[in-house]
Nanobody
Framework: QVQLLESGGGLVQPGGSLRLSCAASGSIFTINAMGWYRQAPGKQRELVATVTSGGSTNYADSVKGRFTISRDNAENTVYLRMNSLKPEDTAVYFC??????????????WGQGTQVTVSS
Protein backbone atom coordinates (compact mmCIF):
# COMPACT_ATOMS: atom_id res chain seq x y z
CA GLN A 1 0.00 0.00 0.00
CA VAL A 2 1.26 3.43 -0.96
CA GLN A 3 1.05 6.47 1.28
CA LEU A 4 1.93 10.13 0.84
CA LEU A 5 2.88 12.00 4.00
CA GLU A 6 3.01 15.79 3.92
CA SER A 7 4.70 18.16 6.34
CA GLY A 8 5.76 21.78 6.62
CA GLY A 9 2.51 23.71 6.74
CA GLY A 10 1.75 26.38 9.30
CA LEU A 11 1.07 30.03 10.00
CA VAL A 12 3.25 32.64 8.32
CA GLN A 13 3.08 36.40 7.88
CA PRO A 14 2.56 37.97 4.46
CA GLY A 15 5.85 38.08 2.62
CA GLY A 16 7.18 35.09 4.51
CA SER A 17 8.28 31.67 3.32
CA LEU A 18 7.45 28.03 3.94
CA ARG A 19 8.66 24.73 2.53
CA LEU A 20 6.30 21.81 2.18
CA SER A 21 7.53 18.24 1.90
CA CYS A 22 5.74 15.10 0.77
CA ALA A 23 7.28 11.65 1.06
CA ALA A 24 5.87 8.60 -0.69
CA SER A 25 6.27 5.24 0.97
CA GLY A 26 5.09 1.67 0.57
CA SER A 27 5.04 -0.64 -2.41
CA ILE A 28 6.53 1.61 -5.09
CA PHE A 29 7.95 0.44 -8.40
CA THR A 30 8.45 3.93 -9.82
CA ILE A 31 6.92 7.40 -9.58
CA ASN A 32 5.90 9.42 -12.60
CA ALA A 33 4.65 12.97 -12.05
CA MET A 34 4.35 14.53 -8.60
CA GLY A 35 2.64 17.74 -7.68
CA TRP A 36 0.83 20.03 -5.33
CA TYR A 37 -2.77 21.23 -5.34
CA ARG A 38 -4.52 23.53 -2.91
CA GLN A 39 -8.05 24.18 -1.78
CA ALA A 40 -9.18 27.35 -0.07
CA PRO A 41 -12.44 27.51 1.94
CA GLY A 42 -15.42 27.66 -0.39
CA LYS A 43 -13.30 27.15 -3.49
CA GLN A 44 -12.47 24.26 -5.78
CA ARG A 45 -9.18 22.43 -5.54
CA GLU A 46 -6.67 23.96 -7.93
CA LEU A 47 -3.32 23.01 -9.37
CA VAL A 48 -0.31 24.74 -7.83
CA ALA A 49 2.67 23.01 -9.46
CA THR A 50 3.81 19.71 -10.95
CA VAL A 51 7.15 18.11 -11.69
CA THR A 52 7.85 15.10 -13.91
CA SER A 53 10.33 12.34 -13.14
CA GLY A 54 12.70 14.09 -15.52
CA GLY A 55 12.43 17.39 -13.68
CA SER A 56 10.14 19.36 -16.00
CA THR A 57 7.96 21.74 -14.04
CA ASN A 58 4.64 23.48 -14.48
CA TYR A 59 3.15 26.24 -12.32
CA ALA A 60 -0.14 28.01 -11.88
CA ASP A 61 0.12 31.60 -13.05
CA SER A 62 -0.73 32.82 -9.56
CA VAL A 63 2.44 31.29 -8.06
CA LYS A 64 4.97 31.68 -10.87
CA GLY A 65 8.10 33.42 -9.67
CA ARG A 66 7.23 32.82 -6.01
CA PHE A 67 6.93 29.04 -5.63
CA THR A 68 9.45 26.38 -6.62
CA ILE A 69 8.68 22.68 -6.91
CA SER A 70 11.44 20.09 -6.77
CA ARG A 71 11.84 16.40 -6.09
CA ASP A 72 14.33 13.89 -4.79
CA ASN A 73 13.79 10.72 -6.78
CA ALA A 74 16.05 8.67 -4.51
CA GLU A 75 13.92 9.61 -1.51
CA ASN A 76 10.53 9.56 -3.34
CA THR A 77 9.94 13.06 -2.03
CA VAL A 78 8.55 16.22 -3.56
CA TYR A 79 9.01 19.71 -2.14
CA LEU A 80 7.28 23.04 -2.57
CA ARG A 81 9.25 26.12 -1.61
CA MET A 82 6.88 29.06 -1.17
CA ASN A 83 8.28 32.59 -1.02
CA SER A 84 6.60 36.00 -0.86
CA LEU A 85 3.46 34.43 0.53
CA LYS A 86 0.20 36.31 0.26
CA PRO A 87 -3.06 35.98 2.23
CA GLU A 88 -4.66 34.53 -0.90
CA ASP A 89 -2.23 31.60 -0.70
CA THR A 90 -4.06 30.45 2.43
CA ALA A 91 -5.40 26.96 1.75
CA VAL A 92 -5.02 23.29 2.49
CA TYR A 93 -2.19 22.02 0.30
CA PHE A 94 -2.37 18.47 -1.05
CA CYS A 95 0.45 16.42 -2.46
CA UNK A 96 -0.28 14.06 -5.33
CA UNK A 97 1.75 11.49 -7.24
CA UNK A 98 1.24 9.10 -10.13
CA UNK A 99 2.77 5.91 -8.78
CA UNK A 100 3.38 2.53 -10.34
CA UNK A 101 3.26 -0.18 -7.70
CA UNK A 102 4.18 -2.77 -10.34
CA UNK A 103 5.64 -2.38 -13.82
CA UNK A 104 2.19 -2.10 -15.39
CA UNK A 105 -0.19 -0.90 -12.67
CA UNK A 106 -0.44 2.74 -11.68
CA UNK A 107 -2.75 4.99 -9.73
CA UNK A 108 -3.05 8.56 -8.52
CA UNK A 109 -2.33 8.95 -4.83
CA TRP A 110 -3.10 11.90 -2.56
CA GLY A 111 -1.80 13.06 0.76
CA GLN A 112 -4.03 14.06 3.64
CA GLY A 113 -3.35 17.77 3.21
CA THR A 114 -1.46 20.35 5.22
CA GLN A 115 -2.82 23.76 6.23
CA VAL A 116 -1.01 26.90 5.13
CA THR A 117 -2.27 30.15 6.63
CA VAL A 118 -0.86 33.51 5.60
CA SER A 119 -1.93 36.21 8.00
CA SER A 120 -0.55 39.06 10.05
Amino acid sequence: QVQLLESGGGLVQPGGSLRLSCAASGSIFTINAMGWYRQAPGKQRELVATVTSGGSTNYADSVKGRFTISRDNAENTVYLRMNSLKPEDTAVYFCTALIYDTKFRRDDYWGQGTQVTVSS
